[in-house]
């Protein structure tokens, strides 16, 4: 018997594939059979079908179950064949069974807390710092929630009958404070642990891997890469991914199927471009930790493209200062951004609450692009010298005070 493969069977998927590979590949092991290089694009809103029957049956599959249906689409807000390439992408480089994506990262938070209200765990441990939008969602009680602030130490004897969530993000926005993972898993106990990896992608960690049980992403950040897309997802496991469908099929919040199409081309160069920029923020991080205009700077050990530091004199003319870096919301992107968190990402946060979570009002975010590095270091050294001459004379007391330490040395996470 010829045992060789035909041109037009794909080959048999291997069992363990790098990152870069899967970063390349997932998603998208069927296109040489279909005769198709390129991942296509469904834009369609439904699916002609002329066995009604068998349509209702296929539906009321869906509503019992969640599963994703068999067979053709049936509607674009069930389903949608290219957005399902990058979910099937995403799982596989988080090494979860399943993921969900959604319309912004938000929308995706708010299935995961729907779905658990849906069964009455209603109540969320979480640590801060968090993006501040997640903060506010959790903390305002608009989907009926009620949260528990706490340190990690802490989530254990936080967590009570109706919880039905622990959320962490590390490395943290904006201070860049890292969690172990594991630790934190094994308090949980039983309760599902959520990490938002926006941060740091599964190009530098996995935390499936170390006991999560889900991950979020805005995908608009570093999945897209480009700034150019909005999106959010979910990676959990089958179970837990089929009631977010049900979730996402009646509330609407479906990712867009260009935003699916461009968030998977996003995935290909990711392992690229979070290690190239990651260089970068590494070495801005050690430059700035030397300059004296600087307090502090926050770098996790964990490494990635984020850099946030304390100047000694105004952000807001630093921010006014740029000419390169992009003073803009948002992160991931092939360009550096920077932004002032106490006036725009984090300005939701009640200012006792973010003060307390080390969200200062001297404290700036830069998300580090893809640029030369010396080009970057210099508009930053030209933009922070701008920024001193809005320095007030009792600055660096006032910063050394509340920080107890000396001024200018690097910090890594607060809670290592």
């Given at each position: 018997?010829?045992?060789?493969?035909?041109?037009?069977?794909?080959?048999?998927?291997?069992?363990?594939?790098?990152?870069?590979?899967?970063?390349?590949?997932?998603?998208?092991?069927?296109?040489?059979?279909?005769?198709?290089?390129?991942?296509?694009?469904?834009?369609?809103t439904t699916y002609p079908s002329y066995d009604s029957r068998g349509e209702a049956e296929r539906i009321d599959a869906f509503a019992a179950t969640g599963a994703a249906?068999?067979?053709?689409?049936?509607?674009?807000?069930?389903?949608?064949?290219?957005?399902?390439?990058?979910?099937?992408?995403?799982?596989?480089?988080?090494?979860?069974?399943?993921?969900?994506?959604?319309?912004?990262?938000?929308?995706?938070?708010?299935?995961?807390?729907?779905?658990?209200?849906?069964?009455?765990?209603?109540?969320?441990?979480?640590?801060?710092?968090?993006?501040?939008?997640?903060?506010?969602?959790?903390?305002?009680?608009?989907?009926?929630?009620?949260?528990?602030?706490?340190?990690?130490?802490?989530?254990?004897?936080?967590?009570?009958?109706?919880?039905?969530?622990?959320?962490?993000?590390?490395?943290?926005?904006?201070?860049?404070?890292?969690?172990?993972?594991?630790?934190?898993?094994?308090?949980?106990?039983?309760?599902?642990?959520?990490?938002?990896?926006?941060?740091?992608?599964?190009?530098?960690?996995?935390?499936?891997?170390?006991?999560?049980?889900?991950?979020?992403?805005?995908?608009?950040?570093?999945?897209?890469?480009?700034?150019?897309?909005?999106?959010?997802?979910?990676?959990?496991?089958?179970?837990?991914?089929?009631?977010?469908?049900?979730?996402?099929?009646?509330?609407?919040?479906?990712?867009?199927?260009?935003?699916?199409?461009?968030?998977?081309?996003?995935?290909?160069?990711?392992?690229?471009?979070?290690?190239?920029?990651?260089?970068?923020?590494?070495?801005?991080?050690?430059?700035?930790?030397?300059?004296?205009?600087?307090?502090?700077?926050?770098?996790?050990?964990?490494?990635?493209?984020?850099?946030?530091?304390?100047?000694?004199?105004?952000?807001?003319?630093?921010?006014?200062?740029?000419?390169?870096?992009?003073?803009?919301?948002?992160?991931?992107?092939?360009?550096?951004?920077?932004?002032?968190?106490?006036?725009?990402?984090?300005?939701?946060?009640?200012?006792?609450?973010?003060?307390?979570?080390?969200?200062?009002?001297?404290?700036?975010?830069?998300?580090?692009?893809?640029?030369?590095?010396?080009?970057?270091?210099?508009?930053?050294?030209?933009?922070?010298?701008?920024?001193?001459?809005?320095?007030?004379?009792?600055?660096?007391?006032?910063?050394?005070?509340?920080?107890?330490?000396?001024?200018?040395?690097?910090?890594?996470?607060?809670?290592?």
């Amino acid at each position: 018997m010829d045992t060789e493969a035909s041109p037009l069977t794909p080959p048999a998927p291997f069992r363990s594939r790098a990152l870069a590979t899967e970063a390349v590949h997932a998603g998208r092991d069927d296109l040489a059979s279909l005769g198709l290089h390129a991942a296509p694009i469904d834009l369609s809103t439904t699916y002609p079908s002329y066995d009604s029957r068998g349509e209702a049956e296929r539906i009321d599959a869906f509503a019992a179950t969640g599963a994703a249906p068999d067979g053709p689409p049936v509607y674009a807000r069930l389903d949608n064949p290219t957005t399902a390439r990058f979910e099937t992408a995403l799982a596989r480089l988080e090494g979860a069974a399943s993921a969900v994506a959604f319309a912004s990262g938000m929308a995706a938070l708010t299935a995961v807390l729907l779905a658990r209200a849906g069964v009455g765990l209603r109540h969320v441990v979480a640590v801060r710092p968090l993006y501040g939008c997640s903060d506010h969602l959790l903390g305002a009680g608009l989907l009926g929630t009620e949260v528990t602030w706490t340190d990690p130490a802490g989530i254990a004897e936080a967590i009570r009958p109706d919880t039905g969530l622990v959320m962490v993000e590390t490395p943290a926005n904006p201070t860049l404070a890292e969690i172990d993972i594991r630790a934190v898993a094994h308090s949980c106990g039983s309760v599902p642990l959520l990490v938002d990896n926006t941060f740091a992608t599964p190009v530098l960690q996995r935390p499936v891997e170390h006991g999560a049980r889900i991950v979020l992403h805005s995908a608009t950040k570093y999945l897209g890469g480009h700034g150019d897309v909005m999106g959010g997802v979910v990676a959990c496991d089958e179970e837990f991914a089929a009631t977010l469908r049900q979730v996402r099929f009646a509330t609407g919040g479906v990712l867009h199927p260009l935003a699916g199409y461009l968030l998977l081309r996003g995935l290909s160069t990711l392992p690229v471009r979070v290690r190239a920029a990651s260089a970068s923020a590494a070495e801005l991080a050690r430059r700035l930790s030397a300059d004296p205009r600087i307090a502090r700077v926050h770098y996790p050990e964990l490494g990635g493209a984020m850099v946030s530091f304390e100047v000694y004199g105004d952000p807001h003319r630093v921010i006014a200062g740029v000419r390169l870096v992009t003073p803009a919301v948002s992160l991931g992107s092939v360009d550096t951004l920077i932004q002032h968190p106490a006036s725009i990402s984090h300005r939701i946060v009640d200012e006792e609450d973010r003060q307390a979570a080390g969200v200062g009002d001297r404290l700036l975010r830069m998300s580090v692009g893809l640029e030369d590095v010396e080009d970057l270091w210099a508009d930053l050294c030209q933009a922070l010298s701008e920024g001193a001459e809005g320095a007030v004379p009792s600055a660096r007391a006032e910063v050394a005070a509340a920080r107890g330490r000396t001024p200018g040395r690097a910090t890594r996470s607060a809670w290592r």
